[in-house]
């Protein structure tokens, strides 16, 4: 299994800055997705060895020592159990170490094997599916389900592991009631009552926005090399109305886990997680930490050069901050104590050659969020009108899992901008010195996109597009027009005339957001999550998806108003949408298609590449990626 930790930034061994025809001004470069001059490695991995490596495992006990046909166990979850079950007790809670079987540590069971007058079941737990896109429950291991419920009963579920190296491994785990484990005959874990840290995944919006601290329970494990077994007991509650009997369980690595590793030259661990994508100036990276921290590392030895803040108290002005003593007295304290604690000590990075566990297994993340709850807290206790987050019910169920820092930073070669995806713009010389900071108002929070940098103009999406003059800051225009953006904003120049293109195609003229042209049939709905690619003044836009991309040519356009010659749409036939089942399938993507050679290359999120013959304007070729 390939792991690249979340919060950790992994540079290749043969990294090298892109020069393209004019300077690299984020993420995007040339606005062609083309590197032509690219040096950079086709593999890269670190890749653990751990007691998972080859982790399978089994319902029904295993005739010898050989796996084979046993079931590999993705993503840590084990899924093929057998249940035993129910039993009824007093009281669940305090009798949950009763032993309905008369030997719970030493059972080997298999399908159809009987014991205390029940007999053992198979059972599949559920799998997270990728075809399933969106789903908010966890897959859960519903035992309850299973041998029926009723208040203050007992259920077991059994599994043998195989792991060809054994080890030391990690469970995390859920419950929604008791839980108790035992690995080999040995308990490993014991609680009577009702666990959960997570719950479902639409939580870990909710958990990030209120800088909560919810861990899972987690136990340690030693597994044995060849076929281990894995007991767990359930119990069922003792109030009526309650009919949680179930687990959700993973089993990974530790740690301490040992890496190998392949063209990666160093790993720095990241205050926070991440989903900005990287940029490089000179011999200096920039990429955004959550939820709203800028920095600067060391091109060649990851070691973090700064740290900067982008948030709505730094936004403030020092006047608005004088009009009340409170600031000072009580919030920063907090911030210079959050401060110490943002960048890893040593300021470097660890070398990733057989590494063992994280690159800096140190970093102080529960502090930190703890430090983030008091802030907020004391930040709203203040001013709850400026400082309460506006995000509505969509935005804590499901935008916060992609996070603040999806909009990446941009640069012009002498100074880094960042767009926060609160609304704060900022920015920064390339050693840390804060040019400016504007905050954008708004009733609530949207999707983040990354920003672009045109004829001097800083421009992002929040709800609406903004041009910031880029040497002061200052608001120059707003266009409301322009109400739906998801992807990145493109900075571009077509028909020789300096523009700003959004996800939908839209081309705006950045001097005063002037809206020069929109392609037909824009609905409200969502229409795609990524921009489009320009190769001069042509145009390839996608929409739903994979579903089609539209070609515009831009040669000659001038005037107020444009009318670009529309070249074309290449669609994908509609059995591309369907299941085995005749079910629908959004084929979505967060990728811009690569256009080169006449063809047009997409993935879809669940990882099929589809080939497009420009000349033919239709889809001719479609790949599995395995």
């Known amino acids: 299994m390939r792991i690249l930790l979340a919060s950790v930034i992994v540079a290749a061994a043969c990294l090298t800055l892109i020069r393209a025809a004019e300077p690299t001004s984020g993420w995007r470069g040339n606005r062609t997705g083309l590197w032509p001059e690219a040096k950079t490695p086709l593999e890269w991995s670190r890749i653990p060895h751990g007691a998972t490596d080859g982790l399978r495992c089994r319902a029904s006990r295993p005739a010898g020592d050989d796996a084979t046909g046993a079931a590999v166990v993705e993503k840590g979850l084990i899924r093929e159990w057998l249940v035993i079950g129910p039993f009824a007790v007093g009281d669940s809670e305090k009798d949950f170490d009763d032993d309905p079987l008369n030997g719970e540590t030493s059972i080997e069971p298999s399908i159809g094997d009987k014991l205390a007058e029940q007999e053992w079941k198979p059972l599949m737990s559920l799998a997270d599916d990728p075809m399933q896109f969106g789903t908010a429950e966890v897959p859960w291991l519903d035992v309850g389900k299973a041998v029926g419920f009723k208040i203050n009963q007992l259920a077991y579920a059994h599994t043998y592991l195989f792991s060809p190296r054994g080890g030391p491994a990690r469970v995390v785990v859920d419950h929604g009631e008791g839980l108790k484990a035992w690995l080999n005959g040995r308990e490993v874990y014991r609680q009577p009552k009702r666990a959960m840290g997570l719950g479902y995944y639409t939580n870990l919006s909710k958990i990030e926005l209120h800088h909560q601290v919810a861990k899972s329970p987690r136990f340690e494990i030693e597994l044995k090399p060849g076929w281990n077994r894995l007991l767990l007991k359930l119990s069922c509650p003792r109030i009526a109305g309650h009919t949680d009997m179930r687990c959700h369980l993973r089993i990974m690595d530790p740690p ?371």
Not at 317 to 345: C, H, I, W
Not at 429 to 449: A, E
Not at 473 to 484: E, M
Request: proline letters at 6%.
């Open 256 to 626: 301490s886990v040992p890496y190998k590793t392949k063209n990666i030259r160093w790993m720095t661990e990241l205050p926070g997680r991440s989903t900005s994508t990287p940029i490089l100036v000179g011999d200096r990276i920039f990429v955004a930490a959550e939820p709203d921290e800028l920095l600067c590392l060391d091109k060649n030895s990851g070691k973090v050069l700064w740290s900067a803040a982008t948030n709505y108290y730094e936004a403030m002005t020092a006047v608005q901050k004088a009009a009340n003593p409170e600031f000072a007295s009580r919030v920063d304290p907090l911030v210079a104590e959050l401060r110490s604690a943002g960048v890893p000590p040593s300021g470097g990075a660890s070398s990733p050659d057989n590494a063992t566990g994280s690159a800096q297994a140190g970093t102080p993340t529960i502090r930190r969020t703890e430090l983030r709850a008091r802030i907020q807290k004391t930040l709203i206790e203040i001013d709850e009108a400026r400082f309460n987050i506006p995000a509505n019910d969509h935005f804590e169920a499901h935008f916060g899992i992609v996070g603040f820092t999806m909009p990446t930073p941009l640069s012009d070669g002498k100074h880094v901008f960042v767009w926060n995806g609160m609304g704060v713009a900022a920015c920064f010389d390339l050693d840390g010195q804060r040019k400016w900071i504007t905050r954008v108002n708004t009733d609530h929070i949207v999707y983040g996109s990354s920003p672009a940098l045109a004829d001097g103009v800083f421009v992002a999406f929040f709800g609406k597009l903004f041009g910031f003059d880029a040497e002061t800051g200052k608001l120059k225009w707003t266009q409301h027009r322009i109400n739906k953006n998801v992807a990145a904003v493109l900075a571009a120049k077509l028909a020789g005339q300096d523009v700003v293109v959004t996800q939908a195609g839209e081309i705006i003229r950045p001097s005063d957001g002037h809206l020069l042209f929109r392609p037909r049939g824009l609905t409200t709905g969502d229409q795609g999550w990524a921009p489009p690619v320009l190769l001069g003044d042509t145009m390839y836009s996608s929409r739903y998806g994979v579903t089609e991309i539209n070609v515009f040519n831009f040669a000659g356009c001038s005037e107020e108003t444009w009318q670009p010659q529309h070249v074309g749409q290449i669609g994908v036939p509609d059995e591309v949408h369907r299941k085995p089942d005749g079910g629908w399938i959004d084929r979505w993507t967060a990728g811009s298609p690569l256009v080169w050679e006449g063809l047009a290359y997409q993935i879809d999120i669940y990882g099929n590449i589809f080939v497009s013959a420009l000349r033919h304007l239709k889809c001719n070729l479609r790949l599995q990626i395995i």
